[in-house]
């Protein structure tokens, strides 16, 4: 089993930016890929961004260049620096961890960027 606690989230103007962290507690050793999702009112949870355990990253093409997920493997945490935020980037934020054998959720965080 593994339990994810995020933080982090919050309101920000447009422009500015919020750093989330997700910290890993339990079977952490069978971590391979940390991540996290968002999901806007009325729209499909979607995938911002992944980190494998060797440090390999992917993004989804609308916060390229913007946000940047990295991962701290003595802690189990993973965070998402995310700078230039706009409106379309509310949604609740959420992290997830995969094993291969099983995914694992937070329980999300909100992060509100006003215009």
């Known amino acids: 089993q593994v339990q994810l606690v995020e933080s982090g989230g919050g309101l920000v103007q447009a422009g500015g930016s919020l750093r989330l962290s997700c910290t890993a507690s339990?079977?952490?050793?069978?971590?391979?890929?940390m991540a996290w999702y968002r999901q806007a009112p009325g729209k499909q949870r979607e995938l911002v961004a992944g980190i494998v355990r060797s440090g390999n990253t992917n993004y989804a093409d609308s916060v390229k260049g913007r946000f940047t997920i990295s991962r701290d493997n003595a802690k189990n945490t993973v965070y998402l620096q995310m700078n230039s935020l706009k409106p379309e980037d509310t949604a609740v934020y959420y992290c997830?961890?995969?094993?291969?054998?099983?995914?694992?959720w937070g329980q999300g965080t909100q992060v509100t960027v006003s215009s």
């Open positions: 339990g079977s952490t050793f069978s971590i391979n890929i």
């Open positions: 997830n961890a995969n094993t291969f054998q099983y995914v694992y």
